[in-house]
Structures are given as structure tokens and as C-alpha cells.
């Protein structure tokens, strides 16, 4: 069955350092999405992406985050300079198309700034 | 207005009883009502979703009930077993749009043998 696949499962940084979070959402799917998840709460969207650009954004996803599909697979999330707070389970998810309404989800990328 | 509550927090329950979640939302706006079921360190996984056209959805022993007037949904495991203890969201979007999800705190489930 396809799934949507994420790495790092685990990537450690530094405060300031940049990271890239990578995904690879199911191969005909065109809505693909980043949520993130800190220890304990809620899922919380971050941006929606859709033919080579953002759809939607939340007030979470500021200047230091930035979000790619760099070929035709790949699809990934940009912390520009990690701050302690951008600590967080952060979500790939793709959908089909919108008719389908059902959002797959990665299992995670766990990002500790240190 | 974007918020959706859930409730409890963490619920037990005895193998064999009946698992029970609730949620509430505010934006009439929301037309998709998705459940997903999260195990620790994965991600969270589509269990089962409602449009507001139905009052309630069946899939096996996970039954959504939808209240439109209320702006309620539910989620009610039948026979629950050791197997589904999890954690649960509910969540809601627009059809419409760029359907970003907009989830409920999480409800974690423990059935006990």
C-alpha cells in the first residue's frame, strides 16, 4: 500500500542552524501538506502546497520556514535558524486531489533544537 | 472561531465496553470531519470521516454520530479491545479550499484487559 514516507526520523540541531525536512508523499497525490506536533498537544497546520506553490499558510509558518518540491518526489520544510520552540514532531501529509478529501500522513520527522 | 474541542483528555475503558469521544467545533463553515488514530512516535492514521449530509457513519466497530444543529461529532468504539488503545483526534476542514485540518487536543484511550 502506498504511504507517505519522511526523513529524518530524528534530526538533532543546534539553536541558529538550518535544517530541511524531507518527504516523499504518495506518487500521484497533489496536495501535499506540513503540520507539526509539540510533545503533548494538538496537531497544528503549517502550509498547504499545491502546483509548485503555497496555497495556504498558518501564522506558525513565518519567514524562517520555506517549503520546496525540488523534483518530481521530493517535497520538504526549511528552518531557516532553529529556534528551542521549533522543537516538535513535524508531519508530512499529501492528499490525492480535493475531491478526495482524505489527508495521508507521514510518520514524522522528531526535531529537537538544542 | 477555528478552534475544535475535544473532550476528555484520556478515557479508560474495559475490553469489551464502548469507547466514547467527543467533539465540538464553532465554524459553520466546516464541512469534513475526520477521526484519526495516532500510536506512539507514528503518525496520526484516517480511521474514519463524516460530511454533515449524514447524521452518522458506520466502518466495523468505529461509528461517527454527527449532531449539524449542535455542531457535535462523536466517535463511538464498539467493543473496544487492548488493540485500539491510542490516542484520537478529531478534526475539521472546509471541502473547499486548501482543506487544512484543524485539530481537537487529543484524547488518549487505554483499554485495559
Known amino acids: 500500500e502506498p504511504e507517505v514516507t519522511q526523513t529524518p526520523s530524528h534530526q538533532v540541531t543546534q539553536m541558529g542552524q538550518e535544517v530541511i525536512l524531507r518527504c516523499v508523499p504518495i506518487?500521484?497525490?497533489?496536495?501535499f501538506y506540513w503540520y507539526r506536533q509539540i510533545l503533548g498537544q494538538k496537531v497544528e497546520f503549517l502550509v498547504s502546497?499545491?502546483?509548485?506553490?503555497?496555497?495556504?499558510k498558518s501564522e506558525i509558518f513565518d519567514d524562517q520556514f520555506s517549503v520546496e518540491r525540488p523534483d518530481g518526489s521530493n517535497f520538504t520544510l526549511k528552518i531557516r535558524s532553529t529556534k528551542l520552540e521549533d522543537s516538535a514532531m513535524y508531519f508530512c501529509?499529501?492528499?490525492?486531489?480535493?475531491?478526495?478529501?482524505?489527508?495521508?500522513f507521514g510518520p514524522g520527522t522528531r526535531l529537537t533544537v538544542t | 472561531q477555528q478552534q475544535v474541542k475535544q473532550s476528555p483528555q484520556s478515557l479508560i475503558v474495559q475490553k469489551g465496553g464502548i469507547s466514547i469521544i467527543n467533539c465540538a467545533y464553532e465554524?459553520?463553515?466546516?464541512?469534513?470531519f475526520p477521526w484519526y488514530q495516532q500510536f506512539p512516535g507514528k503518525g496520526p492514521a484516517l480511521l474514519i470521516a463524516i460530511r454533515p449530509d449524514v447524521s452518522e457513519k458506520k466502518e466495523g466497530r468505529f461509528t461517527i454520530s454527527f449532531n449539524k444543529s449542535a455542531k457535535q461529532f462523536s466517535l463511538h468504539i464498539m467493543d473496544s479491545q487492548p488493540g485500539d488503545s491510542a490516542t484520537y483526534f478529531c478534526?475539521?476542514?472546509?471541502?473547499?479550499?486548501?482543506?487544512?485540518?484543524?485539530f481537537g487536543q487529543g484524547t488518549r484511550l487505554t483499554i485495559n484487559p
Open positions: 506518487s500521484n497525490h497533489l496536495y
Open positions: 465554524n459553520t463553515a466546516f464541512d469534513y
Open positions: 478534526a475539521a476542514s472546509t471541502v473547499q479550499g486548501a482543506q487544512k485540518l484543524v
Open positions: 502546497f499545491y502546483n509548485n506553490e503555497i496555497s495556504e
Open positions: 501529509a499529501s492528499i490525492k486531489d480535493l475531491s478526495s478529501y482524505e489527508q495521508y
